[in-house]
Structure formats: C-alpha cells, structure tokens
C-alpha cells in the first residue's frame, strides 16, 4: 500500500511527468481533468464509473486531500485504519494515493464508447466493433492510454463474445502492455514519494538540522513538486485488473488452440505466484484461479499428451470444485466439469478403472445439473471410456445418446461441438468397420456439416477427406468428386492470394477427374495448379501438376502438348537435385511421347534412365511402372522380345507382389500390343479380354475404351469384320465422349473398312464422312498412333 501525503503525490506527478519522455506517444499519461471533488468525508471511495463499458473497474482510492490535512505524526494510524476497512470489506484491489482532481474521459471517446454499449445489447457487434475500434483511434491521437485501455478490454470483451478468439488475444496482450507501461511510473512515484517522505520524518526529527547544499537541494525539489502540482496525480487501475487479463488471455490461447502459448503463460503465471504485490490479496497462484482455468488447462495437456499433467490440474480443479459444492449444491456444474475431465484425462492415461470411477460421479452430477449438454459430454466420455476398453457396440451406443442431445442444443459450447464432430466421426468409423458405407457416409456428412456451422477448419478437412474416402468404398465416384470439388473450394475461400495447399488438393481432384473421365476438368484443375505453384515459387509442386497434366494429355493423343508439359517438368525437378522428387516417372512419361511420335532412339535412352533412377529408389511398384514404360518403347521400336521381356517382369511384380489389379491390367493391354505386334492375336486376344474385366471390375473408362480398341483390331485382323465393325463403332463413341478425338476418328475409318470388305458400301460411306467431319472439326494437328 502506497503511504504518502501531499509532498509524494506531487513527487508522484513530477516522475510521470518525466516519465512521458521515455514512452511512445500512445503509452504517455493522459493530462488529467477536473471533475470536481467527490470526497465522502475524507474517506474510502469509489471511482466513477464509466456509464458506457463494464470493464470499467472500480478502483478504491485513498484522497490526498485527507491525508492532507493529517499531520504526518497521524498519517501512519490513518493508513491503518483504511488498511483495516479495506481488509474487512476484503477488497484486494490496490490503493492509490488521489488528488481532488480526476482525469477525465474526453466526450470524444465517451461518447463513442457508449455508443457501441448499445450497439452491443442490440446485438449489433459488428457495427459495436467499429465504434470501438473508432474511440481507440481518438484516444491514441491524442495520447490518452486511460481511452486506449479501456477500448482495447472492451474489444476483447466483444470479441470473445464473438468466439473470434485470435483478435481477443491481441487486444488483450495490447492492453496488458499498456497497463504495464502505466504502472512502472506508478511505481516510480513510488520510490520517489518515500524517499521524500523519509527525509520530511529526518526533517521533523531534527529540526532544521543538515547542511547547506541539502537544504538547497530539498527546495529544488519543493519547487518542483509546486510544478508538479498542476499536472494532478497520475491515476492507474488494480493489479487484479492485469490477474484478470491474463487468465482471459490464457482462456482465449486455449480457445484458440495455441496451447503451447497457453501452457507458456500458465508456467509464467505459476512461476510469478511467489512474486509480491502491492497488497497481500493480489498475489497471484494456482489455488486462486478459477476453477475453470484449471480445467482448461488440463484439457491443453490432454491435447499435448502430457494426461499426467493434466491429471494433476483436474484433480486440484475437483478438489476446490467439490469444497465449494460441500457448501452449496449449486457448485454440482463445477464438479462435474472437474471429474469428467479428470475421467477423460485417465482414460489417455490408460487406467480405465479410475477413469470409470470418475465418470460414474460424473454422471450422477449430470443428473443433477439436468442440463442436456452436460449430460450428452457424460455420454461422449463414457463411449470414448468403452471403445478403449474394446467393447465398440457399447461405445456405439453411448455416442448415438451423446449425438440426439447436442443435436438438440441451440446454442452448443465450443467443446460440445467438438465432441459432437468426434463422436459422429467414431460412429462413422464403426460403421465404415463394418462395411455399411450408406450409414458411414450418413455420420460423416453431418460431421462435417457441424464443423463448417462451427468454422472449424482442421475439423471440416478432416471430415471432407472421409467423405470422400467413404465415397469411393461404395464406388459412388461421381458423388465423390462432387465433394472434393467442394474441398477444393473450401480450401481457397476466403484467400485474396493463392496459396500452397490449393495448388495441392486441385492436383488430388484433377486426378480424380481424370480417373473418372472427365479430361476436361482434369486438365483445367492440373494448369491452375501448375499457375498456383508458379506464382508461389513451388518448383516442385508446379513440375508434379504439369507431370499430372502430361499424363492426360498421353491419354488423350494430344503427344505435342504432352512432350512441352513433360520437358517443362522434367527441368523444373533436375534444377532442384535435393528435391528428393523421383525422376523415374518424370522420365516416364517423356519416353512415352517420344515413342509415340517416332522418336525411337530417344524415347529408348529415356526408358532405360526411367529404369535405373526406379531402381535407385528401391520401390517395387515404381520400378514396375519404369518396366512398364521401357517395355511399351522397346514394343513400338520393333523389338518385341525384349519387350516382352520387360513387360512380363513388370507383369509379375504387380500381380505377384503388389497384388495390384489395376497394374495387371494396364500390363494385360500392353503385352496384348506386343503380341499383336508379333501377328500372335489369340494371344493379344487372351490379353486383352482380361485387360477389359479388370478395367470393368474398377470403373476404368480410359482402360475400358483401349481395351475395345484393342480386340476391335484383334477381329479385323482375323477377318471377323462384323465383330470389328461393332467393336470400332463402340470404340469411337467412347473414345469421342473421353475426348480422344484422333482415335475416334481411326476406329470410324476402320469401321468403314469393315463395311467396305463385307459390301455394305452406302454405310461404309456415310462413316468415312463423318470421320472426315470429326477430323476437320477437331482441328488434329497431331500424328495418329501408327497401326501395327
């Protein structure tokens, strides 16, 4: 408790003086104001408050002028008394010394700061914010950090209430440094005032003992404490209000889910508990913080993995939570937040038994409280408590409970939302178990409904990824795309600028397309991709969209497009020899192009680099994949033994090792050519069909087509024209509707053959004219694939 009379309030007021000088502008003491004397007989006050904010505090204070008027052989026993109405109305707010004159509020920013009051019971935050934000911005222009302190706890006020946690958390760090900055001249004024003090009790002592130079120096400074006098007494709020304004913060960190900052503060706070005050009430400590920061924090340390810690911060929670509800039932919500989450933190722990026990407690309170939310928490630790034991049908059932009472919640807490999504994604999980896709997707769609409602994003990525995963289980891939499309969207909503994991999920959703069909969006989401990366920088990222895009564009025969794409990506990854990027692929596809348009000798130089960079790599399938690629060159080149060799080895690793029916398939096609090549079409014929009943058995349109492709030439070279002549048909709509419009229009010339050699001349006709209409409407530039 500050002692001091007149002479140390003007000490007082001459160190904030000199203080301002080594602040910045917006952290200088305000000029004080008159607002009249409010004296109650000399004794303990309050200051006003401000009739606009609640954050206002009361602050008691100690008038100058009384102790003024006592002579200082009182001053010591009127300290004690006030001491003693202060310990008796147990206020631990911190007494400052007042002059008769207040600062006052300039109307300026009172004014607006009433305004967003009432903005704020009118529910109108976001215009309340702004009148907030514009009362700020006055107090700060004309350097009053009394306006600034006081709009800054209110916007962090409003925000929490808002749940926009983040831009609490920078208010209210603001706030705390300017308390801090205020309060280093309080305690400045401080020492000044008792070292004038003790030497006005030397001066009362001794008389007018002392020599010369120090009575020159005492009315220097009398000289300046009359200066002094007319600026008024720098006035600073409670230590209790800066206790309370770090707990907020800690509440918004954990809120937030920054728990590394929030366990740094709690640290922080703990380590200044020993610290003394300016009162003995204002000391800080575990035990004096609410209940609820205790249970917060053990819900950090459960996140962090740290259920030890988190055990030790639950019990102490319960044990407080349970003395206050010995002495007042009405505490019963206290302790069942305490021993839920103590029951959750031993269920991380693994000790089932007293994570049982707990909960049981738990949920007789939950009774008690007949709150819905509460109960359906008790429901949802309780199913969590049953799968870890491994009785998922019991776990089932206590979820299904937990998620019919937070559907029922109009307003659901933070973590009720968050148990909700948990529980509907176990449920889900269960069911996705147990095969019962139409159920999993069920859960999974209306878990990420809620996390989108809550605005959660970790929450709703997690919750589209499993709908889409479900998706693809029950074979439903158009469903599936539909909503990674809508990922995708959500992933960039929001952004003015591009950036990194946009450019990734329009990768994953271009392949999708592309295995789905759909060439078109494919390669629109591939080139935005590639867009994205580049004006990011991403190197490695841009070379794997346009890897991506040349493989369509091989799909589609467009071999020119493909070899730019395939070239540009090829250097983009040898410029970066660290990238830890495979090249075998990259190499891959470069071959494939080259070996399409008659490049043979290039094309064989690129497999046979394909081939020793897979084998670098260890990677059974990419080395497979390199195989597939040498072999389809060496077949194109003519060297059909060594292709078959090649193919055959890669055919094995993936039925064989892999176990990979896509990859069988393709390998089924490709020695299929190579046997046709060979003139061997029983064979290719035998190849063929299996490539076309895997590619069947996966919904593989690409692989579908090639493989009617392939057993359309199989018949017309074995003069079963009526069989060629269906199949070339059914192969040029489909290969139409893929977009592979050079290979429609070969199948409608071959099917026009095959009218030709069977005599059906006039239809013969009509399709050669319309494969000439295909060709002059799709502009090919490009060289068909050879027929062998």
């Known amino acids: 408790m500050l002692r001091a009379g007149v002479g140390s309030c003007r000490v007082m007021r001459l160190c904030a003086q000199r203080s301002r000088a080594r602040l910045p502008p917006s952290l200088a003491p305000i000029q004080p104001h008159s607002l009249g004397s409010s004296s109650c007989g000399g004794r303990v006050h309050s200051l006003v408050r401000t009739p606009t904010n609640a954050c206002w505090p009361s602050v008691r204070v100690f008038s100058a002028s009384t102790v003024a008027a006592t002579p200082h052989r009182r001053r010591s026993a009127v300290d004690k008394r006030i001491e003693k109405e202060l310990e008796e109305a147990h206020d631990p707010e911190l007494v400052i010394p007042m002059s008769h004159h207040r600062p006052r509020m300039p109307e300026s920013i009172r004014s607006r700061m009433k305004a967003a009051q009432t903005l704020v019971e009118s529910k109108s935050l976001e215009e309340a914010n702004q009148e907030y934000q514009e009362a700020f911005r006055i107090a700060r222009s004309e350097h009053n950090p009394i306006g600034e302190y006081l709009c800054l706890q209110a916007m962090s006020k409003l925000e929490m209430d808002r749940s926009s946690y983040m831009n609490a958390a920078y208010h209210l760090k603001a706030a705390i440094d300017i308390f801090d900055q205020q309060a280093a001249i309080v305690r400045a004024a401080e020492q000044v005032a008792e070292r004038k003090h003790g030497r006005q009790q030397e001066e009362d002592d001794g008389g007018d003992g002392g020599d010369g130079d120090d009575g020159d120096d005492d009315d220097a400074d009398d000289r300046e404490d009359e200066d002094a006098d007319k600026d008024g007494v720098p006035l600073w709020f409670p230590m209790s209000d800066r206790q309370q304004m770090r707990t907020d913060l800690l509440a918004c960190y954990l809120r937030d889910g920054k728990l590394s900052e929030a366990v740094k503060l709690w640290n922080d706070l703990r380590e200044q508990s020993d610290v003394s005050m300016h009162h003995r009430r204002n000391v800080m400590s575990p035990a004096s913080l609410p209940t609820q920061m205790l249970v917060n924090l053990g819900h950090a340390y459960i996140t962090l993995d740290d259920p030890h810690r988190a055990i030790d911060h639950f019990a ?102 968050r148990y909700m999504f948990d529980a509907l994604i176990g449920l889900a999980d269960m069911a996705d178990s147990r095969e019962d896709f139409d159920r999993a997707f069920v859960y999974y769609k209306r878990a990420l409904a809620s996390a989108l409602e809550a605005k959660k994003r970790p929450e709703s990525m997690k919750a589209f990824v499993k709908v889409v995963d479900v998706l693809d289980k029950a074979k439903k891939f158009d469903e599936a795309a539909r909503f990674q499309k809508q990922m995708v969207d959500y992933v960039s909503e929001g952004s003015d600028v591009p950036i990194y994991s946009d450019a990734v999920a329009r990768i994953d959703l271009g392949k999708r397309y592309r295995g789905l069909a759909r060439p078109i969006e494919a390669e629109g989401e591939f080139r935005t991709a590639a867009s994205i990366s580049e004006h990011l920088g991403k190197n490695i990222l ?63 130089d690129l497999a046979q680099r394909a081939c020793e960079e897979a084998n670098k790599t260890h990677d059974r399938e990419s080395i497979a994949r390199a195989l597939h690629v040498h072999g389809t060159v060496l077949s194109e080149a003519g060297e059909s033994d060594d292709a078959l060799a090649a193919l055959n080895k890669s055919y094995h690793i993936f039925k064989d090792e892999l176990k990979n029916d896509r990859g069988v398939g393709l390998l089924s096609g490709a020695l299929g050519h190579c046997h046709m090549n060979l003139k061997d079409y029983e064979k290719a014929t035998t190849f063929f069909r299996n490539q076309l009943r895997l590619a069947s058995a996966h919904h593989d349109k690409w692989q579908i087509t090639d493989s009617v492709r392939n057993l359309a030439w199989c018949a017309f070279h074995t003069n079963d024209h009526q069989r060629a002549l269906e199949l070339f048909q059914r192969h040029a709509d489909d290969a139409f509707s893929l977009g592979q419009n050079p290979l429609a229009v070969q199948s409608m010339r071959m099917a026009s053959n095959s009218c030709r050699i069977m005599g059906l001349s006039e239809l013969s006709d009509q399709l050669s004219f319309l494969a000439e209409q295909l060709q002059l409407k799709s502009n090919i530039t490009h060289r068909d694939r050879p027929v062998k």
């Open 316 to 417: 102490k929670a319960a044990a407080d939570a349970r003395s206050a509800y010995n002495r007042d039932r009405a505490y019963a919500g206290s302790l069942w937040k305490a021993l839920s989450g103590l029951g959750h933190a031993h269920i991380v722990a693994g000790d089932h038994a007293v994570a049982l026990e707990k909960l049981m407690e738990a949920a007789g309170l939950a009774e008690e409280v007949e709150d819905m939310g509460v109960l359906s928490d008790t429901f949802y630790l309780l199913g969590l408590l049953r799968k870890a034991e491994g009785h998922p049908p019991q776990a089932e059932r206590y979820w299904t409970q937990a998620v019919r009472g937070y559907l029922k919640l109009e307003n659901p807490l933070t973590s009720q939302q």
């Open 542 to 604: 841009q070379a794997k969209a346009l890897h991506e895009l040349s493989s369509l564009l091989i799909l589609l025969h467009r071999f020119g497009d493909a070899q730019k794409e395939a070239k540009i990506a090829l250097r983009l990854i040898q410029d970066d020899p660290h990238s830890g990027e495979p090249l075998a692929e990259h190499l891959g596809n470069l071959a494939l192009v080259d070996s399409m348009t008659g490049s043979h000798k290039s094309a064989l």
